[in-house]
């Protein structure tokens, strides 16, 4: 089966920057699945997939509007001020480095502040470079109409173990 749209994809990965250092790797984290048209990874990932079919590798870069997007382009979000450190100096023009759940870590550019809440473009910390991506397709196959729906993988269980 070859990628296409409303396929489940499987990919080992290595991220890179301009400079070639790699960025992220599955040899770290692991393999990425996701539904091909829905994921929202890397926008210009999906159509660099298209025609791939298992064991194929590929490598590719995009440019910022293909990858994580210009900082000038960032989303902005309003915080409560609570959600920051009390000694954390939020003036406009101000940068301040947040941690997600996950562990990422995203800059925020703060545009506006006062006591109460905090404005600021969510910066992601590759936005403005162009990435190189290295890719092999581990798995492919057509989504459940659930997933379908959903716009996303839904994880199957694991097969029973047969005990005799």
Known sequence: MKVAEGTVVTLAYDITSEAGEIIESS?????????HGSSGLIPGLDR????M???????????P???FGREEDAPSRTFDRSEFPADAVLEAGGRF???LPNGHTVQLRILASDEKQVTAAVVHPLAGQRIGMAV??????AATAAEREQG??????????RSK
């Not at 660099?48 to 025609?51: A, E, I, P, R, S």
């Not at 079919?53 to 440019?63: I, K, L, N, T, Y």
């Not at 996303?152 to 173990?161: G, L």
């Open 97 to 99: 480095e947040a941690s």
């Open 48 to 51: 660099q997939l298209v025609g």
């Open 53 to 63: 079919e298992v064991g194929q590798e590929r490598s590719f870069e995009f440019a």
């Open 65 to 67: 509007e293909e990858a």
């Open 136 to 141: 092999r397709v581990l798995g492919c196959r």
């Open 152 to 161: 996303t993988v839904i994880s199957r269980p694991p097969p029973p173990s």
């Open 27 to 35: 040899e770290i984290s692991g393999p990425i699945t996701f539904l």
